[in-house]
């Protein structure tokens, strides 16, 4: 994946030095999305997520990705398991948790990798991880801080549809 053809994202056109910075920017960008939202809880349709889903997504994307980079430090080529998204808001009680403590979550989650992301050098960024998304391939660590960055970006776009500012989108 090198563009995302529905929020337009070019993963090429994110430099390395730029990531750290973009990742806190986008994190501090989620409180505004989500009080944009008239219920931040409700679903548009049974199968889209509510905003408050997202964020909490977002929160554990940004976990999720900082231990996958850890794990790509330590071990030659490690496969990234999927992380249970569509389990994860089931079991971990997304659209009951406290949208405050979810926000407040995410950006440390996002600072934490943004921090651990902008340590790396260039010989740690062409490290691999097999990527089970979109097809499982070897990916480099340099690709997953900017499909972090992708997914950030892509969510706000969801939780502005998902609370009603244009057309409903998927999970």
């Known amino acids: 994946m090198d563009r995302c ?14 990531l750290p910075q973009r990742l806190r920017d986008v ?26 889903e997202y964020a909490c997504h977002v929160r554990d994307v940004f976990r999720v990705q900082r231990e996958r ?4 430090l330590r071990v030659d080529e ?5 992380m249970g998204r569509d389990e994860l ?6 659209n009951e948790q406290d949208p405050q403590v979810v926000l407040a979550d995410l950006a440390a989650a996002a600072d934490g990798f943004a921090a ?5 050098d260039e010989v740690e960024l062409a490290r691999t ?10 990916r480099t660590l340099r690709w997953l801080g900017r499909h972090t960055v992708h997914e950030a970006e892509h969510h706000l776009l ?6 009603g500012a244009g057309t409903a989108g998927g999970a």
């Open 158 to 163: 969801d939780i502005r549809r998902a609370g």
């Open 5 to 18: 053809d529905e929020c337009l994202f070019v993963y090429s056109a994110l430099g390395s030095g730029d």
């Open 129 to 138: 991880g097999v990527y089970p998304w979109p097809q499982r391939e070897a």
């Open 78 to 82: 490690p496969e990234f398991h999927p």
């Open 116 to 120: 651990r992301f902008g340590a790396l």
């Open 89 to 94: 808001v089931i079991t971990e009680r997304y």
């Open 69 to 72: 980079l850890a794990l790509a």
């Open 27 to 52: 994190a501090a960008r989620y409180p505004a999305a989500l009080r944009g939202a008239p219920d931040p809880r409700r679903r548009p349709a049974p199968e889209v997520w509510s905003p408050l």
